[in-house]
């Protein structure tokens, strides 16, 4: 090769050597923080210097639930006595929150579940992906949803049997969901207890605590479904309702009517999404008052 070529090389590589190497020793790692001003910063600190950057939407806190057992907003027996427990709520950046995924510690189960339309209050970034709505659901309840919720946890994460006034159309996105599902008109044979509502605290690997809910009491569904032979020796009664089993798959979609009971399990690492409709207050929940009423609900 020509000596000047072989010289003008060596220049280029010492002063990218200089240049590159001393001053950009790794690849930049950024948080997002106002995507307002990224694109400009993006062109001045990144495609004006041809440099790689990796830009993280991801480390904002993100809130999770933890219990040691999986039992989220279930029944515990604490200090010998069945209570109504509720998840820690942890705020943790996404990258450790998958992390923990993957690890699977031991009695540190981690659930993001909360139901205060998560996706779009919390997970903004998301809705470039997922809807906001579903069109149709939206056409056929004549309504916009009342909250669409993000659900990503653990496979030791149960969500006990309850009903919740929406029309929920619930949508597996990566992973399974197992549904047990009981109709309204089942009330007279589902039990209900009335129980002490306690919240985890300080929950690690070894240890955890439980605070005091101030004035908390719950009446909650006393069965479980998965523990059917001591669910039917304490409440015989429970045999005569009509128990449903179904697997929710990735892509699939689930219309969950308003006032069914409902208990969920998933697989590790499930990613979900549910709207949920306003229900109508129409006759049906007017029937369905006269029974809890005379089911002493
Ligand atoms: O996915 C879950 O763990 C619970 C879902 C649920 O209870 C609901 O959509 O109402």
């Avoid at 690849?27 to 923080?33: F, G, K, N």
């Avoid at 705020?91 to 996706?119: A, H, R, V």
Wanted: some cysteine; charged content about 30%.
């Amino acid at each position: 090769m020509d000596e000047r070529i072989q010289e003008a090389l060596s220049v280029l590589h010492s002063e990218s050597t200089a240049d590159l190497v001393h001053t950009h020793p790794k690849v930049a790692e950024v948080q997002i923080e106002d995507p307002n001003s990224w694109p400009l910063q993006f062109y001045r600190e990144y495609v004006s210097k041809n440099l790689p950057v990796v830009a993280n939407y991801t480390r904002k806190e993100r809130d999770c639930g933890l219990t040691p057992n999986g039992l989220a907003d279930g029944l515990n027996v604490i200090d010998g006595e069945e209570t109504f427990v509720l998840p820690e709520e942890k705020d943790m950046p996404m990258k450790y929150f998958l992390q923990l995924l993957k690890e699977k510690k031991e009695n540190y189960i981690c659930y993001i579940q909360k139901q205060n339309s998560n996706l779009t209050e919390d997970f903004r970034e998301l809705l470039e992906d997922i809807d906001a709505e579903v069109n149709w659901a939206s056409k056929a309840f004549d309504k916009e949803p009342d909250a669409v919720n993000f659900w990503m946890g653990d496979s030791r994460a149960v969500t006990s049997m309850h009903k919740d006034p929406y029309e929920n159309i619930y949508c597996v996105m990566e992973g399974h969901k197992d549904f047990i599902l009981i109709p309204p008109t089942d009330l007279p044979y589902i039990p209900y207890k009335n129980y002490p509502v306690k919240r985890y605290r300080n929950v690690s690997t070894s240890r955890f605590d439980v605070e005091e809910v101030p004035g908390g009491r719950i009446s909650w569904i006393a069965v479980d479904p998965l523990n059917e032979k001591e669910s039917l020796d304490s409440y015989p009664q429970f045999e005569k309702a009509h128990v449903y089993s179904v697997r929710v798959g990735k892509g699939d979609m689930l219309y969950l009517p308003s006032l069914w009971f409902h208990h969920v399990r998933q697989s590790h690492e499930c990613v979900a999404v549910n709207y949920w409709y306003d229900m109508e207050f129409d006759v049906k929940y007017c029937y369905y008052k006269m029974l809890e009423n005379l089911c002493g609900r």
